[in-house]
């Protein structure tokens, strides 16, 4: 699983070994990664590693495969969950966040770590994958942005001049539905060989976000709340298991219904 030592990813986590998987856990601190396999071994007792692994460098890629591979034998499933989230703040004084001021270098990173990592990992776990006799099962991490648009009226200062207000930053978006591609492109790819392919779109995650920006998200859900960080556990167990086996190519919001408004 990529960027396992986030905010999802750690639940991610807990979910798999909770159900006697094996997490293998990929992400850019080996202190992290080493912290978090260690905790999930003591408390499910499963067998659990992490790697320092940076998921836009294809040769690192590979050299992890391969130690995955002496370590277990085989890769059931992979996760693809790292993603950049660029913030709605400014940059080098400027108020970045906005289209016609967003840099080149922010939105070449958040497409390398957000779509091109889910790419590269599924070239190579993916590709062991479509190597078992059973097959197994690739989940990416989507986002209801990657269905609708930002809201951003959520973000809108009505003190401040249009070109001084901060938006929701385009590269999210871009990935998030670009994700969902990916996934409908692999869901056909290894189909042949039993390797199925399904995305999860979330919602928001409370995370201790400002009250205002609260009341006003929250108006926008019909379950008038957002997500705690532990409500997606069920629907990935549920699609990395057998208890999905008929599950292909699916885009699932998971959304508090959102994206039903």
Partial sequence: MTGATGLLGIKHAEAIAEYGGNPILLDLSQEAVNDLSQRLNKNYGVISKGYKVDITDEKMLQDNVHKVLRSYGKIDGLVNNAANNPQVNE???VNFSRLENFP???WNKDLAVGLTGA????KYYGYEISRNP???SIVNISSDLGIIAPDQRLYSDSSLKEEEKKVKPVSYSVVKTGIIGLTKYLSTYWAHRNVRCNAICPGGVYNDQPKEFLDKVHKRIPLNRL????EYQGTLIW?????SSYLNGAVISVDGGRTAW
């Fill in 134 to 136: 059973n097959g197994g």
């Fill in 239 to 243: 699609m990395l298991s057998n208890s």
């Fill in 227 to 230: 997500a705690n960080p532990y």
């Fill in 91 to 93: 940059y080098d004084g």
């Fill in 104 to 106: 080149i270098d922010i």
């Fill in 119 to 122: 790419f590269l990992c599924a």
